[in-house]
């Protein structure tokens, strides 16, 4: 019935701004550009930005959509050169397994994840 997981949603006030920050950290532009909804493709998934009057900046999560990543160590760095601000350092939760939290200026939390054992076939 379920055939995963599609598409993460981030509430933002600033959709101009949300578009190019996600831009530059992803590496490519919207594949669909509307003025009350983007999406970026993010490796064959959906990251949507809804423009919403305002969200706040800092919000508590309601869950956290974690994007694997194939080394979380430099992923982690970028996203956090990009201006996000550190939830939860990379940590080792065994197995080799690695997870680690950031929030975006908008207020969103962007969950990273170096999964060896998951693979997308």
Known sequence: ????????IYQV???????AWYASLLGA????????????????FELGLVPTTG??????AAGIAYWGVEKIEPAFERVKEQGAVVI???????????????????GN??????????KIS
Not at 1 to 8: D, P, Q, S, V
Not at 55 to 60: G, L, N
């Open 55 to 60: 969200a706040k900046t800092v919000r508590d």
């Open 29 to 44: 532009q919207p594949y669909f550009d509307q003025p009350f909804y983007t999406g970026f493709n993010v490796g064959g």
């Open 13 to 19: 006030a600033d959709l101009d701004a949300a578009k």
């Open 1 to 8: 019935m379920f055939l995963g997981l599609r598409t993460a």
């Open 88 to 106: 939860e350092e990379v940590t080792d939760v065994g197995e080799g397994i690695k997870v680690a939290s950031l929030r975006d200026p908008f």
């Open 109 to 118: 939390i962007i969950g990273l994840i170096e999964n060896p054992h998951f």
